[in-house]
Nanobody, 114 residues
C-alpha cells in the first residue's frame, strides 16, 4: 500500500502560479504518476502524467502551462501550474499506478479567483 499526500493548493489570482507536491510513503520508481482534477459537478479528469521512464503527457487544456516532474529519490511528484485561470479551479488528486495497483491521495483544493 502506497500512501500519497498532496500539498501546495490554495487560493491564487488569475494569471498566478502554484506548485503542487505529492509525497509518497514508499518508492515510486516503478509507478506511473499522474495528477487528476475534479471540479464541482464535473467528472474527474486526467491533467498530466509521467511514466516511470519519464515520458510526459498533458491534457490539451493545460499544455504549455503545467509541468509535471518527479523526484524518485524523494518519492515525490510535482505539478507546476502557471498562467492559472478560473477554469483550473478544482480539487487536484495525485495517482500512482503500476499493474493492478492504483493509489490515490486525498486531494488538494486549488481555487483561482480574483
Amino acid at each position: 500500500q502506497v500512501q500519497l499526500v498532496e500539498s501546495g493548493g490554495g487560493l491564487v489570482q488569475p494569471g498566478g502560479s502554484l506548485r503542487l507536491s505529492c509525497a509518497a510513503s514508499d518508492s515510486i520508481n516503478l509507478y506511473a504518476m499522474a495528477w487528476y482534477r475534479q471540479a464541482p459537478g464535473k467528472q474527474r479528469e486526467l491533467v498530466a502524467a509521467i511514466s516511470s521512464a519519464g515520458s510526459e503527457y498533458y491534457a490539451d487544456s493545460v499544455k504549455g502551462r503545467f509541468t509535471i516532474s518527479r523526484d524518485n529519490a524523494k518519492n515525490t511528484v510535482y505539478l507546476q501550474m502557471n498562467s492559472l485561470t478560473p477554469g483550473d479551479t478544482a480539487v487536484y488528486y495525485c495517482n500512482a499506478a503500476r499493474g493492478k495497483y492504483n493509489y490515490w491521495g486525498q486531494g488538494t483544493q486549488v481555487t483561482v479567483s480574483s
